[in-house]
């Protein structure tokens, strides 16, 4: 029994310590979209947002993949006058950004339109769910009045009535149009 304590205790440990570095890994990532500038007085600035408008393009160290296209100069030679060294790169965003975006676009259309066919389609389960649930009660209800057992019901005022045979027939009649309707 002594000797089992000092294993558990290491067990603790080490489950602590798991805990502990999942957490740090966790919290510790770094974010997917980073925007980098340098303000006017020189601070490098970090950010999942993109910068002011007043901040120069040169003044954009990095940008998100996907937000790179959206700044960046429409010709080389915007790009060669906004930084030196940069001209492959806008090169190669302006070239890749129009067909990104599209991309980008196109996929979430289709991302909207699978979502309205899902939601159409439950809305859809769910009225054939309530319609098969009045066919039950319909037939049921049909059922029992053909039966020709003593029915009654409770009228508006709240008093007990027995169905004489014009009520029942009407009872019927109703009956058989929810079945009609929703018993397909």
Avoid: Y
């Amino acid at each position: 029994m002594l000797n089992a304590l000092p294993s558990r205790r290491a067990g603790i440990a080490t489950a602590i310590a798991c805990l502990v570095a999942f957490a740090a890994a966790t919290f510790t990532a770094p974010a997917e979209a980073q925007w980098r500038w340098r303000d006017a007085s020189g601070r490098v600035n970090a950010s999942d947002r993109p910068p002011p408008k007043e901040i120069p393009e040169k003044d954009i160290l990095s940008r998100p993949a996907t937000a790179a296209s959206r700044r960046a100069p429409a010709t080389a030679e915007a790009a060669s006058a906004a930084a030196p060294g940069a001209v492959a790169a806008s090169g190669v965003l302006a070239a890749s950004a129009p067909g990104g975006l599209q991309a980008e676009v196109e996929a979430r259309r289709k991302r909207t339109e699978q979502e309205q066919a899902a939601r159409a389609k439950a809305d859809e389960e769910r009225l054939a769910a309530q319609r098969a649930e009045n066919c039950r009660r319909a037939r049921a209800h049909a059922a029992g009045l053909e039966s020709g057992q003593r029915m009654a019901r409770v009228n508006e005022r709240g008093e007990r009535e027995v169905l004489d045979d014009r009520a029942r027939a009407e009872e019927l009649r109703a009956a058989r149009a929810v079945i009609a309707s929703d018993c397909r």
